[in-house]
């Protein structure tokens, strides 16, 4: 199910013995987008410190009740390593941080989480050679102290500027429960659409900012304008996003890549024949 960010902060962690705070931010990385940790406020239990939740810490999460509850203890957060959460989070210190949990590197491999489409472990077996293939990428990384992390927080207020003008600011950031995938940025259209909201997905970003605090993507004002509109008080359902995806002539992040190529492929053939008879037809297919 989609989530939405606003939604899950202040959600109460609780370890295997106890409460540890709430959440208060999350950290995706900017190739992928997924949600790679949760920050947490640890309150007065460990005054002034917050630290990181890994998804592969989550157990089980009781929406209702609002609450994550984890698989490690209140003794295993705290002696985790320090991170300073004002500060970029660099793979030096990505690696301590999983090392110490015994975690596989998500980087290293062509899924989303390491080897799987989802967080979850691998057998020891699996970790030994995952590990020992991408020795060399996690050295490199390592020794650049490449930091590919983002909060949340720090997108959010970010402008996003759509072919034909902008289109307003980040509000949100919405979220796949089970893979921990953004699917979509919640954009306040302000005084460009009276303040209605629009969604963007991570694929349609063709430049990124991080100075100018600002999103480029590759759909137009006139499109979203006429899209069916994203309405907060409701969940994002799979039919929604179908008829979204298809108006907008976007392919869907739920289709393979073949699949994703062929519709890109079609796209280009209808933008290049734009008077053929039958190119409204296409237009109006849904993607298969």
């Not at 390491?114 to 967080?119: F, L, M, R, V």
């Not at 490199?140 to 402008?159: F, H, I, M, N, P």
């Not at 179908?242 to 739920?254: D, F, G, I, K, V």
């Amino acid at each position: 199910m989609i989530r939405s960010a606003k939604e899950v902060r202040k959600f109460e962690i609780v370890a295997t013995d106890g409460g540890i705070g709430s959440v208060d931010d999350f950290y995706f990385d900017d190739e992928r987008w997924a949600i790679r940790y949760l920050v947490v406020d640890t309150g007065h239990w460990l005054p002034g410190r917050r630290v990181l939740i890994s998804p592969l810490s989550i157990r089980r999460t009781d929406w209702d009740e609002q609450r994550l509850r984890l698989s490690i203890s209140r003794d295993q957060v705290k002696a985790s390593p320090g991170i300073d959460t004002h500060q970029p989070v660099s793979r030096r210190h990505e690696q301590a941080y999983l090392d110490y949990y015994g975690y596989p590197y998500y980087w290293a491999h062509a899924g989303l989480w390491g080897a799987y489409a989802i967080p979850m472990m691998p057998t020891p077996a699996q970790m030994a050679k995952q590990r020992a293939s991408a020795a060399a990428t996690e050295r490199k990384a390592a020794e650049q102290g490449d930091a590919r992390l983002r909060s949340v927080s720090e997108v959010t207020g970010y402008v996003i500027r759509a072919v034909d003008g902008d289109l307003g600011h980040v509000e949100d950031a919405l979220f796949d429960d089970l893979s921990w995938a953004t699917r979509y940025l919640v954009v306040d259209t302000s005084n460009w659409w009276f303040g209605k909201h629009v969604l963007v997905a991570p694929e349609w970003i063709t430049d990124i900012s991080w100075t100018e605090r600002s999103v480029s993507v590759s759909i137009t004002r006139q499109q979203l304008r006429s899209a069916p509109q994203y309405d907060r008080a409701q969940h994002v359902d799979r039919q929604w996003e179908l008829e979204y995806y298809r108006h907008l002539l976007q392919p869907a992040y739920w289709l393979t890549a073949d699949e994703a190529r062929a519709i890109k492929e079609a796209q280009s053939y209808l933008r290049e024949e734009p008077d053929r008879p039958d190119a409204g037809v296409e237009r109006r297919s849904r993607p298969r």
